[in-house]
């Protein structure tokens, strides 16, 4: 069964704490997507790489940082936490254009920023 | 700009009864792609479908169902007899192409429509 898994579900932080949230995949992947989802206003994406080491900023990509040292996982680096970055992260992945150009979800990871 | 609009906030239904939800795009491509997505309460966001933009024939899955119409820029999905288990948050999103070199498009969401259906 084919799975993207985002290492927690829950987490809550304190402001200016450094929070790393990690995805992985099992599909051998090319692309990985971090979305971020807010009542009233979809997903949206922050970043998204195409290949190990690449990386490219999505629509609302301040106060994050990703990293992707190994094809299989994508990690989504805030700096320093804010209150205004409390949400559901959502982790993707993607086989090439040619492909279905279905992306693939993880569960999410619920953050909180105290 | 590219955009997706679903302008349903919340659907509720009593089992049985069918229920279209509404999703309208704006894009300059004139190649795209259209999908919807389910987001059930677990949270993990499934593939429904994706309809490239030349293929306006609609689609019937099962229970489900979607009429494109490039004319309105629309994709509506319909679930025909719904059912308990339907009930989840449903995105429509359309792909805006990227440069050839990164491979893949970036796919735009709507806002999202929570449909409960109701024993």
């Known amino acids: 069964d084919v799975k993207v898994t985002q290492s927690s579900r829950y987490l809550v932080k304190r402001t200016g704490e450094k929070v790393f949230l990690e995805c992985v995949q099992d599909?051998?992947?090319?692309?990985m997507f971090w979305y971020r989802q807010d009542p009233g206003l979809g997903l949206r994406l922050i970043y998204f790489s195409y290949d190990v080491k690449m990386k490219e900023k999505g629509d609302i990509p301040e106060g994050y940082s990703v990293s992707r040292e190994k094809k299989e996982r994508f990690s989504l680096i805030l700096e320093s936490a804010s209150t205004n970055q409390t949400s559901m992260y959502l982790c993707a992945s993607s086989p090439p254009r040619h492909n279905t150009g279905e992306l693939f979800f993880g569960e999410g990871s619920r953050l909180t920023v105290l | 700009a590219q955009k997706v609009t679903q302008a349903q906030t919340e659907i509720s239904v009593v089992e049985k009864e069918d229920v279209t939800l509404d999703c309208v795009y704006e894009?300059?491509?004139?190649?795209?792609?259209l999908f919807w997505y389910k987001q059930p309460p677990s949270g993990e966001l499934v593939f429904l479908i994706r309809?490239?933009?030349?293929?306006?024939q609609n689609e019937i899955s099962g229970r489900y169902s979607w009429n494109f119409q490039k004319s309105t820029s629309s994709f509506n999905f319909t679930i025909t007899a719904s059912q308990v288990v339907d009930s989840a948050v449903y995105f429509c999103a359309l792909s805006e192409e990227l440069i050839q070199s990164y491979n893949t498009d970036k796919l735009i969401f709507g806002t999202g429509t929570r449909l409960q259906v109701f024993p």
């Open positions: 894009t300059r491509d004139t190649t795209y792609y």
């Open positions: 599909m051998d992947h090319e692309n």
């Open positions: 309809r490239n933009s030349f293929d306006e």
